[in-house]
């Protein structure tokens, strides 16, 4: 593979990840719409066109090594560690209200959510350097943190996609990954090989924001 197309030099991203090299290259119900235009700002460098409502919800990470490409009247942005709405079900509803239509859903690779547990120390410790009693601080990141942590950047995508797909059925959502290397947005292979997570699964009580 030319190293230019590489998500990263983790082979794991390289087999599991389809490349968008062209244009036709987009998943076809995805052309037309403001997950296209998104996709061929961050691919193409084709710049997204304001509009006069909110186009497109995009979801992702905190890292500050990513930065959607996304103009001033176009998107709402929702940023939270781990790049999931888990908690967060209520701004999206709000997003439907303005006619918001399409949701995109980036991950990427090298996230520090990953490493929550390692990081789990310096956490309490800069708690406590904000004025946190040490023991309120080592339990409010003991509980928090399965919530955010992740063990792996592309099923995390994968869950999440899935269990907003049950909340959300008449929202189309774009499961992308994006390579920090030069923020180039990816497809999951496995949303290529099955798109159609409407199936007849209920909501579950999982899937409902976790307070």
């Not at 719409?33 to 304001?50: C, G, M, Q, R, Y």
Request: glycine content about 4%.
């Amino acid at each position: 593979m030319d190293d230019s197309l590489r998500v990263t030099t983790n082979p794991k991203y390289n087999s599991q990840l389809t490349a968008i090299r062209t244009e036709k290259d987009i998943p076809e119900r995805w052309r037309d719409t403001p997950i296209e235009s998104l996709i061929k700002a961050h691919n193409f460098d084709v710049p997204i066109l304001p509009a006069s409502s909110p186009q497109l919800m995009v979801v992702t990470c905190i890292e500050f090594r990513f930065q959607p490409k996304v103009p001033h009247f176009f998107a709402y942005e929702l940023r939270r560690a781990s790049g999931r709405l888990i908690g967060s079900e209520f701004t999206l509803a709000y997003a439907l209200t303005k006619g918001v239509r399409h949701l995109a859903l980036i991950g990427h690779n090298d996230c520090g959510m990953t490493k929550v547990h390692a990081s789990a120390g310096a956490m309490s410790q800069a708690l406590v350097d904000q004025g946190w009693p040490r023991e309120s601080a080592e339990d409010y990141v003991t509980q928090q943190g399965p919530r955010y942590a992740i063990r792996d950047e592309l099923d995390s995508l994968k869950h999440e996609y899935f269990r907003l797909r049950r909340l959300f059925r008449h929202l189309e959502i774009a499961p992308l990954f994006a390579a920090l290397a030069n923020s180039n947005l990816y497809v999951p292979n496995w949303f290529l090989e099955k798109t159609d997570a409407n199936s007849g699964d209920s909501v579950m009580a999982e899937d409902l924001l976790m307070l």
